[in-house]
Nanobody, 116 residues
Framework: QVRLVESGGGSVQAGGSLKLSCVGSENVLRECRAGWYRQAPGQERVLVSSMGGRDSTFYEESVKGRFIISHDDATDILYLEMNSVKTEDAGVYYC??????????WGQGTRVSVSA
């Protein structure tokens, strides 16, 4: 079965940086579209960024210019580099993969806390 495992979450001060990682199995990060969702308490889960597949790289408007999504072909790890972090960036970040149009995989999430 496909598994996605996130890491790199933690506490960061506003204005700081953090880098999340996602390790997948069965080459799904290479072969499918992959990205990161964020969910804060009481809020809808939001697609923050995605890449790969047939579509171009996507960034949610609020993170444009601050976050960078990337995939290391050598190690097959998906990253989300978070820079100039704001309190509104806090939440649980989920690694996400979509293969085709109907098959999705999710990691367990890694929590990002931002202190003012």
């Amino acid at each position: 079965q496909v598994r996605l495992v996130e890491s790199g979450g933690g506490s960061v001060q506003a204005g700081g940086s953090l880098k999340l990682s996602c390790v997948g199995s069965e080459n799904v990060l290479r072969e499918c579209r992959a990205g990161w969702y964020r969910q804060a308490p009481g809020q809808e889960r939001v697609l923050v960024s995605s890449m790969g597949g047939r579509d171009s790289t996507f960034y949610e408007e609020s993170v444009k210019g601050r976050f960078i999504i990337s995939h290391d072909d050598a190690t097959d790890i998906l990253y989300l580099e978070m820079n100039s972090v704001k309190t509104e960036d806090a939440g649980v970040y989920y690694c996400w993969v979509q293969c085709g149009r109907t098959i999705e995989y999710w990691g367990q999430g890694t929590r990002v806390s931002v202190s003012a």
